[in-house]
């Protein structure tokens, strides 16, 4: 199994730039999440999605939009990048809520935005 | 809101001792998981260990052991037979009700294992 799969793996934007990370799951898990990871900050939750056509916002949601098309992807679109938006984003997956059974993390995608 | 709290930003230890890591958390549930995640310099994300609340026992994994305090709200870390491999982020995390039972993080602890 591939698990949790994120492209790119290192991206760099300007200002104002926009684009899609990429995740897909091959495990029919009906959780998944974003979260990005800033040094001091552990990882933040920016949006996730309890099954197909369902996305909520997390504690940073701002700058950033999801859709839950099919159960197996769940890509983060940055509208306009800034700065701020510099970071390492994480894609991850569960079966059932994380009350209840752990997270399956993706790789990784380092961000830097100039 | 629920938080997670790490107090130590960095620790180290010599290599074939034990370490502690220490984890406070705040929150109104009272039945819920925590986990402990470990993050090696390859960036990939590992879960260590999961402590079940309604479990007075706690849980164990290999040289992993948590000393779990539901009244006092803390969820600490035990490395016995600290190994370079240890060698690591640590993160704990939580299942906030505030995001949907999605797993809120403590701001981690940088360990690092001397030879």
């Known amino acids: 199994n591939a698990g949790v799969t994120q492209t790119p793996k290192f991206q760099v934007l300007k200002t104002g730039q926009s684009m899609t990370l990429q995740c897909a799951q091959d495990?029919?898990?009906?959780?998944m999440s974003w979260y990005r990871q800033d040094p001091g900050m552990g990882l933040r939750l920016i949006h996730y999605s309890v099954g197909a056509g369902i996305t909520d916002q997390g504690e940073v949601p701002n700058g950033y939009n999801v859709s839950r098309s099919t159960t197996e992807d769940f890509p983060l679109r940055l509208l306009s990048a800034a700065p701020s938006q510099t970071s390492v984003y994480f894609c991850?997956?569960?079966?059932?809520?994380?009350?209840?059974?752990?997270?399956?993390f993706g790789n990784g995608t380092r961000l830097t935005v100039t | 809101a629920q938080t997670v709290t790490q107090s130590q930003p960095e620790m180290s230890v010599q290599e074939a001792e034990t370490v502690t890591l220490s984890c406070t958390y705040d929150?109104?549930?009272?039945?819920?998981?925590l986990f402990w995640y470990k993050q090696p310099p390859s960036r990939q994300m590992i879960l260590v260990i999961r402590?079940?609340?309604?479990?007075?026992q706690n849980a164990t994994e290999n040289r992993f052991s948590v000393n779990f305090q539901k009244a006092a709200k803390s969820f600490s870390l035990k490395i016995s037979d600290s190994q370079l491999g240890d060698t690591a982020m640590y993160f704990c995390?939580?299942?906030?009700?505030?995001?949907?039972?999605?797993?809120?993080f403590g701001g981690g602890t940088r360990l690092m294992v001397k030879p």
């Open positions: 991850a997956s569960s079966p059932r809520g994380t009350g209840y059974s752990p997270l399956h």
């Open positions: 929150t109104s549930e009272s039945n819920y998981y």
């Open positions: 995390a939580f299942p906030s009700r505030d995001a949907g039972n999605m797993l809120t």
């Open positions: 495990m029919n898990h009906e959780y």
């Open positions: 402590q079940e609340a309604y479990k007075q």
